[in-house]
């Protein structure tokens, strides 16, 4: 396992932060029910909030291990994190400004990538840890502000901001990137920036009804802010190739005697960024798709709303023409409350499908042509699963781990490639 000289001062510095405020409060340090691991500071941090300022320190690891795989013997591990300090600011509170707010988020990445570090996971079409990604760096992920109008009909979001936050968006539980947060995010990812890249935006939302509305962005596409460690907190408009617009309508109902909730998406983006200017030359246009997304709750637990059965899909189309992934679709279950001694504890399944055409991966054919790497096996390419089922234990409002087993069918989309089991931790949690 991996932790950088850098992960272990920031884990030093968080520890005797902890053990400070331990001293100091220890009637409200590492209460269950507080949504703080070191408290409430004997009220102060809800009376900061009740005055607009609510701050925010979070942490979330993910650990994997290869348990096995068809093709390879060695059992790799890793380990991956992120740290977020973050600040949400009630301006009308703050400054009379009405319905208006802001955010900033800095975010640290830190650790490796099992399905980047292990041969039995080469070319694997998305991560079994989604928590590493995007250069492992300080990143400024958001800073907006954010005003209604017209009664509140309207909302209009500016600043630095990533798609996945407003658009095509999905809670993200799972460890495995394919069932987890935005979709078109993780396949048209060299054009759409999920968190923690941010980029110069403006989303315009009306709500129609409470339960509908309808939204439009539009994204600066530039490649400076990915793939430079020292560009995390660029602020530059240079180096921008155009601009990414997503239209999305939102339908959130609540059915039947208990109100059970639900959400729908459906959405399309465009891009007026031409590939060429990306340096491909064997995709061509201007990238777009769509999507569809749902997720409803269908029963309680005992007449308890906040415990029972839910579903979830996602549904996402790219252009062949202008990129390699053509469409990807992840269906899944979570149950909240199982038991009743563990009312807050969830377990869940969920299956993705990648499709990733009938092609052969050009830099793969490269390295066996060189006798690096023995591909021959692979054949050509068609569609990669991925299976995941966790349980997440709710040990305080501010900590829940997930145990979680994976598996990946035909790593790459290879036909014949590797079948392979992963075993994994994911937690989060807040200080």
Not at 98 to 122: M, P, V, W
Not at 177 to 192: E, K, P, T
Not at 386 to 413: K, M
Request: aromatic residues 14%.
């Amino acid at each position: 396992m991996y932790f950088s000289p850098l992960s272990k001062a920031v884990y030093t510095s968080l520890a005797a932060l902890l053990l400070a405020n331990t001293a100091v409060h220890a009637e409200d340090a590492f209460s269950t029910e507080s949504p703080w691991m070191l408290g409430d500071w004997n009220g102060k941090r809800t009376e900061l909030q009740e005055k607009g300022y609510d701050f925010n320190i979070a942490y979330g690891g993910q650990f994997a291990a290869l348990m096995d795989s068809k093709h390879h013997s060695s059992h790799d591990a890793e380990y991956s994190d992120q740290i977020v300090l973050g600040a949400h600011l009630d301006l009308e509170k703050i400054a009379g400004w009405k319905d208006t707010e802001a955010q900033i988020n800095i975010t640290k990445r830190d650790g490796r990538s099992l399905s980047q570090t292990s041969d039995a996971l080469q070319g694997h079409q998305t991560a079994v840890q989604e928590v590493w990604g995007r250069e492992q760096t300080w990143r400024l992920t958001d800073f907006w502000i954010k005003k209604k109008f017209f009664n509140q009909k309207l909302d209009v979001k500016i600043g630095r901001m990533g798609e996945g936050e407003d658009f095509n968006s999905f809670e993200c539980n799972f460890s495995n990137l394919s069932l987890c947060g935005s979709q078109i995010g993780d396949y048209v990812g060299d054009q759409w920036y999920n968190w923690p890249v941010s980029v110069w935006a403006a989303r315009f939302k009306y709500n129609w009804t409470p339960e509908f509305y309808t939204q439009i962005g539009v994204y600066e596409y530039n490649p400076e802010n990915v793939g430079h460690r020292g560009k995390g907190f660029n602020m530059s408009f240079d180096g921008g190739k155009g601009v990414i617009l997503p239209i999305e309508a939102v339908w959130q109902p609540k059915f039947g005697q208990n109100k059970l909730p639900g959400e729908y998406r459906l959405g399309y983006y465009y891009s007026t960024a031409n590939v060429d200017q990306i340096e491909n030359p064997d995709k061509k246009g201007n990238k777009h798709g769509g999507w569809l997304v749902a997720n409803q709750q269908f029963t309680t637990h005992h007449g308890d709303a906040s415990r029972g059965l839910s579903g979830f899909m996602n549904l996402a189309f790219m252009d062949g023409k202008t990129n390699k992934i053509t469409d990807m679709q992840n269906i899944g279950l979570r149950y909240v409350g199982l038991m009743d001694a563990r009312p807050k504890d969830d377990l869940a399944i969920g299956v993705s499908r990648i499709n990733v055409g009938n092609d052969v991966n050009q830099y793969n054919i490269q390295q066996d042509q060189l006798g690096i790497t023995p591909l021959d096996y692979r054949g050509l390419q068609s569609e990669e699963i991925n299976v995941e089922v966790y349980y997440g234990i709710h040990f305080a409002n501010w900590l829940t781990v997930r145990p979680n087993i994976q598996y990946v069918n035909h790593v790459g989309g290879y036909r014949h490639g590797e079948d392979a089991w992963v075993g994994g931790i994911k937690f989060n949690t807040a200080f």
